[in-house]
């Protein structure tokens, strides 16, 4: 298991451009959460999926970002019309959740895309 | 908004224990507290958790006050590879809950 995997690990885009990241989780990991880090500030959540299910979309997921995770294994997350003030560290996390508690397990970060937009 | 208050920044003797104070005055009785640090261009990484009780692993210990407002993080020896910032985050048991990051604390080792 290599843990959580983002691609790509940097991303440079030209203002109003889309751009698309892909995560995959830990296997069998059916939490996988969305985080911005922008520079000096602690990570803020986007999103969360329970398998394929989108249960949580924070106010910060405008309009132009979208989300996906179709099989329950990988998601991407897609910004469209892409704006400077969207340069930052994008984190994935992804966590075991189930009924029996003592099965469960604390959220594992990949190492994130950082996106800047000129 | 996150629930706890951590010193923007500390700094500390290689070799000798780091303490990292974080206040969580308005913890409720199902909330843990958990530990995470970031070490520069890297993701969070998960170190330590505890209720009430004081908790130590392979990376660091955790006390928790008997009323539960504040805690301290103690890396026992710490190294240069310890630089990062630490966030102590109060947060339900469930690893289905989502983490509210603050600002947390940046941590220097000093050679």
């Known amino acids: 298991d290599t843990g959580v995997s983002q691609d790509p690990r940097h991303k440079i885009t030209k203002r109003g451009q889309n751009v698309t990241f892909r995560c995959d989780p830990i296997s069998e990991h059916n939490r996988l959460y969305w985080y911005r880090q922008t520079l000096g500030q602690g990570p803020e959540f986007l999103t969360y999926f329970q398998n394929e299910a989108q249960l949580e979309k924070s106010r910060l997921l405008s309009d132009r970002f979208s989300a996906e995770r179709p099989k329950g294994s990988f998601s991407t997350l897609e910004i469209q019309r892409t704006e400077q003030g969207d340069s930052a560290m994008y984190l994935c996390a992804s966590s075991l959740s189930r009924g029996d508690l003592n099965s469960n397990t604390e959220a594992f970060f990949g190492q994130g895309t950082r996106l800047t937009v000129v | 908004d996150a629930k706890t208050t951590q010193p923007t920044s500390m700094d500390c003797a290689e070799g000798r224990a780091a303490n990292l104070p974080c206040n969580h005055s308005?913890?409720?009785?199902?909330?843990?507290v958990y530990w995470y640090r970031q070490i520069h261009s890297q993701g969070p990484q998960y170190i330590i958790h505890?209720?009430?009780n004081n908790e130590t692993n392979e990376m660091a210990s955790l006390i928790i006050t008997e009323d539960r407002k504040s805690s301290t993080l103690i890396l026992p020896h710490a190294t240069l590879r310890d630089t990062a910032v630490y966030y102590c985050?109060?947060?339900?048991?469930?690893?289905?809950?989502?983490?509210?990051f603050g600002s947390g604390t940046r941590l220097s080792i000093r050679p």
């Open positions: 505890g209720l009430k």
């Open positions: 985050i109060v947060r339900p048991y469930s690893s289905a809950s989502k983490i509210i």
């Open positions: 308005t913890i409720s009785g199902n909330e843990y």
